[in-house]
């Protein structure tokens, strides 16, 4: 597919007590049997003062070239001296790398008229990313087991006159010395003093957060008189991947979002990547733990196949995802996991990973033009602006054959 361009800590930690206690039998020890090729790229260098904000796109990032197949990619921010930047400090909203093919002979590498994205195998067509996770990103697992992978490179698929290329969306805030932390990360308009989008269009007035208020070179509300010093910092990403051969399965990239407003009656998806929880225990009475707040909705996959993985993404506050098949099955459920000290991946407050799906071979299949449940769960105990609920697969069309070896 090608297109052209206070209440908050004690319910943190019911929800780690709640989550862990679930059963992690979903996210099966991945063994790799085949030895891969790794690097490790930095982006390009930005620099973030306590309350600023960069949302930024950097084209022809380094990236393995040739016709190979990603097992992995991964990645978390960090200083000169390559030491990994908490979230408390540099909150990661989120990174996601695109594939696009630009013109062999065009030196502007940022002229975006002549580039077409590759995007994903759908559904939304603004979510076309290969890769993509935010504050999450230290602890979720991203490989793709053995024999399958995320194939790339095809000289077969690069149009004439064109070369594949690969950039990078890096989306941080710098919250150090922030009025309200967290109230920086979900992007509250208020503490950013802002009436317009980056276009200068004013905003609705019902719109009290979310990436509308915190684009690039925005500033969060911090505290009178803090002194912080501005630090250049870098997205460190490593990609791990195999040469090509025909013994390799090759998968598709799904992405679904709970806030797409299809209703069965057409085939366009209208995602709108993030939605609000309104505030709904206060001065009920109901304990921390049942104030939660859950959105769904219906989804449709083009062209179905076996699921190899699976993932959602969710920001602070988020109680859980699921996945349900048209019959209501479970295809994957994919739970937060909260930090719990002061040091990177394991920040207090802050979800620093989720756990995936690796579902035994054959045993989860999705038909073609299915329809499936997408249900987002956060918790309700304070109001939460700015939210994801997105869901990640990976499907096959067919199974490993046992007499393929690499």
């Not at 805030?173 to 003093?193: H, M, S, W």
């Not at 956060?378 to 990640?392: I, P």
Request: aromatic share 12%.
């Amino acid at each position: 597919m090608v297109f052209r361009f206070g209440d908050w800590s004690f319910c943190v930690a019911i929800l780690v007590l709640v989550l862990s206690s679930i059963s992690s039998s979903n996210s099966l020890r991945i063994k790799k049997q085949v030895k891969t090729k790794s690097a490790v790229f930095l982006s390009p260098e930005f620099e973030l003062g306590p309350g600023s904000v960069i949302n930024r796109f950097y084209y022809d990032i380094d990236f393995p070239r040739g016709h190979i197949a990603v097992k992995s990619f991964n990645a978390e921010v960090v200083d000169e001296a390559g030491n990994p930047i908490p979230l408390h400090e540099t909150y990661l909203h989120h990174w996601v790398v695109y594939r696009y093919y630009q013109p062999k002979d065009d030196h502007q590498k940022h002229n975006r008229s002549k580039v077409m994205i590759v995007g994903n195998n759908g559904i939304c067509q603004n979510l076309g990313q290969y890769y993509g996770l935010g504050s999450e990103t230290r602890k979720t697992p991203t490989f793709v087991p053995d024999p399958y992978g995320v194939e790339v490179g095809n000289p077969a698929e690069i149009p004439d006159g064109y070369e594949e290329r690969w950039l990078v969306n890096v989306h941080a805030i710098d919250t150090r010395g922030a009025v309200d932390g967290l109230g920086c990360t979900e992007c509250r308009c208020d503490l950013y003093n802002v009436s317009k989008d980056e276009y200068g269009r004013p905003l609705r007035s019902d719109y009290r957060g979310g990436l509308l208020c915190c684009y690039d070179q925005t500033e969060c509300k911090v505290r009178k008189g803090f002194q912080g010093v501005k630090r250049s910092l870098y997205l460190r990403y490593t990609v791990e991947w195999i040469d090509w051969t025909d013994s390799i399965l090759p998968v598709k990239i799904y992405i679904f979002d709970v806030t797409d407003t299809w209703n069965g009656l057409n085939s366009e998806h209208h995602c709108q990547v993030e939605y609000e929880v309104v505030e709904s225990c206060k001065g009920t009475g109901m304990t921390s733990d049942r104030c939660i707040d859950t959105k769904s909705t219906r989804v449709s996959i083009p062209k179905g196949g076996y699921v190899v993985y699976g993932a959602a993404h969710q920001h602070t506050g988020g109680a859980g995802s699921t996945l349900y098949g048209e019959d209501g099955r479970v295809i994957c459920w994919s739970n937060p996991i909260y930090g719990k000290g002061k040091q990177a991946g394991d920040e207090a407050g802050y979800i620093v990973g989720m756990s995936t799906c690796y579902p035994e071979p054959g045993s989860v299949k999705i038909l073609d033009g299915e329809t499936l449940v997408l249900e987002s769960k956060y918790s309700s105990s304070q109001a939460h602006t700015g939210v994801m609920g997105l869901f990640y697969i990976l499907v096959a069309d067919q199974l490993p054959n046992s007499s393929k070896i690499f």
